[in-house]
């Protein structure tokens, strides 16, 4: 199984990303997966392939939205093909040369630790947007990079500089061998808690 690129970096050395906005802060996480779909009947040659992107905001207060919301700025994701050294941009065919999902779906993820000794706060909760897209590949000898980048991390982060000015970028990538083998990448079975306590035993189940 070709092992997926859950990368949470802040900067892609070629990609920057720009806003014309300033935003408050409140992005925690995100993450990329896709499953292939087989044999792209309306394109010969080309896989087929869904992907969702997951992505995480802290919801006490305001703050940065999930991109593509009503009012919010649209999402794109851009597609590089290289060998990890040379990078090439992809066009896709449509109006933008980039990937631009439909709006999130969104639910609220709380707080539901199992210690009688910690109480949780009321406000406690994290927001969880969706997107789900499919898109479709020829088969080559290079990697393919589907590339996400967003702005405004969370205000609590200590050890970041500035954390409501630095993006994230959330990636995978499709090698050679996972083209020709129809491959799909891991996803994670559960979500970890979205609080833990401070010298308290951790147990998490990383199975995926």
């Known amino acids: 199984m070709n092992t997926p690129t859950f990368t949470k970096i802040l900067f892609f050395i070629f990609l920057f990303f720009f806003h014309n906005e300033v935003h408050a802060a409140h992005i925690v996480g995100g993450e990329m997966t896709y499953i292939c779909l087989g044999m792209d009947p309306d394109n010969s040659g080309n896989m087929l392939y869904e992907f969702t992107l997951t992505a995480y905001r802290d919801c006490a207060g305001g703050g940065a939205e999930f991109d593509g919301l009503t009012g919010g700025a649209a999402t794109h994701i851009s597609v590089y093909q290289g060998d990890g050294t040379n990078f090439t941009l992809v066009n896709i065919p449509g109006p933008s040369t980039s990937i631009r999902p439909e709006a999130p779906d969104t639910i609220t993820i709380r707080g539901d630790i199992n210690n009688p000794c910690v109480v949780i706060p009321s406000n406690l909760c994290v927001e969880k947007g969706t997107y789900v ?19 405004c991390r969370n205000n609590t982060i200590n050890n970041i500089l500035n954390p409501a000015e630095a993006g994230s970028t959330y990636t995978i990538t499709i090698s050679p061998k996972s083209q020709l083998e129809c491959n799909s990448s891991p996803a994670y079975n559960n979500f970890p808690e979205i609080l833990i306590c401070i010298d308290e035993p951790l147990n998490f189940d990383h199975s995926a």
């Open 133 to 151: 897209f499919q898109q479709s590949f020829p088969i080559i000898n290079e990697n393919y990079y589907l590339i996400y980048q967003r702005c």
